[in-house]
């Protein structure tokens, strides 16, 4: 099997802040196998601050050898192979991943969603995501993002309560709030936590560092909002880490090394009964239809990625009432434009 990749720059629509951090476009790796005439397509998203660029991607795909794949029983044993090449490099993993994956569905003529016995009517609707930004700029946002069903408010900035304030002022849309590690004690957390609570607000994503383990613990006790996991969660292996700190974890397919990975972390956080949410960074068609494939065995999504970008190589998953929704072709159901 022949693997193929290229850098490619994503531009976004908007510059986009979190607390942490700010930028206009993302450097991803557009990943290519083939073999029997059939091309799969995959893609590793790296935003800056998760470490990986286009160096470290080259550097591990080029240590990458494809054996001759003759089944999907294949394809873990192969996955496992590329894991072990290095500890982290989670997101050009998982363009190898998406890739592959896209390949079997292609080879078994099926969308995977039909392979694993899925149905996308199920996905949840997707948030999508109003960052950090000046208050006009905020209600001008929320306006244009009337038809979706919740909405994902980056906060853990200086100005927390004037946003939601004025998201409040132009819409009553559900709110999904990640603080995105930047509230600083847990006297504030839970402070923020009981203050968004009223105003229909359904989950808080990350609300301190991922190191402060004691006071996730004490509020934990506390909340009344669900609290998910995200920095502090990448892997199946830190479940076993979080799961008494959080009611969910937020999986992403950059930070667990793709699809074959986050299906496994589904099942373990449900034995544990963690809730699901399926997140995205910003990534093309290409990873959001990857994604679109396994949505249904979440509670909520978070899969606005595409729709945040002005140059996206690829058409597949769409919008649909509300929802991420694959289409019928075969594997992550991908046109190339
Ligand atoms: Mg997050």
Redesign the pocket.
Known sequence: MNLRFRPYTLELRHRFTISTSSRTSTPIILTEVEQDGIIGYGEASMPPYLGENEETAIQFLSQVKLPHVSSKNDIPQLLQTIDAISVGNTAVKASVDIALHDWIGKIEKKPLYALWGLDPTQNPPTSFTIGIDKLDIVIEKTKQAAEFKFLKIKLGGSNDKPIIEAIRSVSNQPLFV?A?QGWKSKEEALHMIEWLAPQNVILV??PMLKSQRDDMEWLKQRSCLPLIA??SVQRLGDIETVKSLFHGI?IKLMKCTGLNEARAMITEARKYNLKILL?CMTETSCAISSAAQIASLADWCDLDGALLIKNDPFKGAFLHNGRITPTELPGIGLITI
């Open positions: 990640d995105n994503e990350q995200d920095e937020n997140g």
